[in-house]
Each structure stands twice: as structure tokens, then as C-alpha cells.
């Protein structure tokens, strides 16, 4: 049963646009939610988080928007750029009893910025 | 210099073999985990150690043995495999926080077991 959804496995975009990433969750005790994203032969990188007692948090041309109500996260690139074309995993964190986090990870959306 | 070094970069080994994956972590962290990503499935959990200490196994079977000597490196020892344990297979670090944190990875090692 996958916990973390992320139901597009690709996306198109044109450079300058929007770029809209979804995810939803099903757990609700899940209150911590990463964006990471993926290059090919790399391993994943940090992109941006959210505590799940905000909507919204913004790093530069990323914002991570939160709905707790509907479980569901997204997060926008403004503008996109070539550069940005990865795989993007969504993931949401637990803390474990005996210490460090679990993330549980989504299946990932490539996007591709096209020029 | 990375934060979080994987070596090999590639590891191809029959189901005979033994074999060691190494994670190094210049971070400072005290928390460090394996993560397996197969094939068009999500990154899953494997292991995690605090303080050198393991504090979650996720069910993972016995051909793999991790091992963590300190809080900067990391192994996961491997016996015995079969083709379908071909995968990528990531370590990560992370703080040791009462809060969540987040986890940074290493490039991975992408194993294939013939």
C-alpha cells in the first residue's frame, strides 16, 4: 500500500512557465514533507521542505503548497528552467523511536523544461 | 567533495559472492540509512542507525548485513544475493533531531546481481 502518491510520471513544460508537481498522502500522522530532486547517475538532492503546521513555504523560484485537509502537496517552479529538468520525489518523514527519520518516497515525475 | 561518498559506483557480482557497499558521510551527522530504489518503484527504507546504533530494520532479509563502526561510515554487506536485489542503492545522513530533518544522499551504487 503506498502511502505517498505521486500520480504523474512525467511532465512537459516550457521554459519560463509554471511547472506544477502534485503528491498526496494517506497518512495522516505524516508531518513533515520533503521535495527532493533527482538527476540521472546522482543520488537525490534537497530541494525544499514543510512542516505540516504551515501552507505554504518559499525558497527562491520554489514554493511548496500544503493542503492538510485533502493530504495533498505540490510544489511549483517559477519560472522554470532547462536545468531543472529531474526526476522529483515527493516524500514525507516520521520520526522513529529510537531515533532519525523515515521518509517515505514517492515514485517520482520527471519534468522536462523544453526551450 | 561530497557530503555523503558511496563506493563502488557500480558493483556487478554473481549469487556467490560476498561483497561490501561503503558510505562515508563528511557531514557531521549522526543519523545514516540505506535506501534501495529497483526498478519503477519508490526509494524504500532499509536501515537506519543512530549513534552507530540500528534503530530500524525494515524487514530486510538477512543476506544483507549492515554494519556502522561510527557515525561517519557505513556498510552493507552482501551474501548470497539474488538477480532481483539488483538495484540502486542509496545512504543517506541526517542530523539527530527530536524534529524532522532532512536526509542527504550519496550518488548510490548501482548493484546488479547475475
Known amino acids: 500500500d503506498q502511502q505517498v502518491k505521486q500520480n504523474s510520471p512525467s511532465l512537459s513544460v516550457q521554459e519560463g512557465r509554471i511547472s506544477i508537481l502534485n503528491c498526496d498522502y494517506t497518512n495522516s500522522m505524516f508531518d513533515y514533507f520533503l521535495w527532493y530532486k533527482k538527476y540521472p547517475a546522482e543520488g537525490p538532492t534537497f530541494l525544499i521542505s514543510?512542516?505540516?503546521?504551515?501552507d505554504k513555504n518559499e525558497d527562491g523560484r520554489f514554493t511548496v503548497f500544503l493542503n492538510k485537509s485533502a493530504k495533498h502537496l505540490s510544489l511549483h517552479i517559477v519560472p522554470s528552467q532547462p536545468g531543472d529538468s529531474a526526476v522529483y520525489f515527493c516524500a514525507a518523514s516520521g520520526i522513529l523511536t529510537g531515533g532519525g527519520n523515515k521518509l517515505t518516497f514517492g515514485t517520482g515525475t520527471q519534468l522536462k523544461v523544453e526551450l | 567533495e561530497t557530503g555523503v561518498t558511496q563506493t563502488p559506483r557500480h558493483l556487478v557480482m554473481g549469487m556467490t559472492n560476498k561483497k561490501s557497499l561503503k558510505c562515508e558521510q563528511h557531514?557531521?551527522?549522526?543519523?545514516m540509512y540505506w535506501y534501495k530504489q529497483s526498478a519503477k518503484k519508490p526509494l524504500e527504507l532499509m536501515f537506519v542507525y543512530n549513534f552507530k546504533e540500528q534503530t530500524e530494520n525494515n524487514s530486510v532479509p538477512s543476506r544483507f548485513s549492515p554494519e556502522c563502526p561510527n557515525s561517519s561510515h557505513l556498510f552493507l554487506h552482501l551474501h548470497t544475493l539474488q538477480p532481483e536485489d539488483s538495484a540502486l542503492y542509496l545512504c543517506a545522513s541526517s542530523q539527530d533531531r527530536s524534529l524532522n530533518t532532512e536526509a542527504f544522499f550519496g550518488q548510490g551504487t548501482r548493484l546488479t546481481v547475475v
Open positions: 514543510i512542516s505540516s503546521i504551515k
Open positions: 557531514l557531521g551527522h549522526n543519523a
